[in-house]
């Protein structure tokens, strides 16, 4: 099983929607996880799959993450649980996750990426600053 995932603070929560309607353009099956790292009355919808911040407290680097980061910078503790989310999605049923960012927008097909791991472990992408 496929998914894409993103890691978003509340305010983040439509840049996310956003990211899962360029998906649904593709893809309408496939599904988003989305962790979001503050409390939220927001809900999960038919593929879009929220994650209340609660989700990875059995995870004792995601309990230190949270004590070094979540009261000082949301920006990093969210970056810092990247790999933590990842691979709790892929102990917990899913073989291959994508993680992208909340402001990105797919306009072309991205099933080649999923293609991709069938060769690769991990595929990487730049990030390019300002």
């Not at 309607?21 to 919808?45: C, G, H, R, W, Y």
């Not at 990093?76 to 691979?87: D, N, Y």
């Not at 960012?101 to 472990?121: A, G, K, R």
């Amino acid at each position: 099983m496929q998914t894409f995932c993103t890691i978003v603070s509340a305010d983040y929560i439509p840049f996310a929607k956003v990211l899962f309607q360029s998906i649904k353009k593709f893809d309408n099956n496939i599904a988003i996880q989305v962790l979001v790292i503050e409390e939220t009355n927001e809900n999960s919808e038919e593929n879009f799959i929220l994650h209340k911040k609660d989700f990875l407290t059995n995870s004792p680097l995601a309990n230190q993450l949270e004590i070094k980061y979540a009261y000082t910078s949301k920006n990093h503790f969210r970056c810092a649980l990247k790999p933590v989310f990842i691979s709790h999605l892929l102990e917990h049923g899913f073989d291959k996750v994508i993680y992208v960012d909340p402001d990105i927008f797919f306009v072309n097909n991205f099933s080649f990426l999923f293609t991709e791991l069938d060769t690769s472990s991990i595929l990487l992408s730049p990030h390019w600053g300002e």
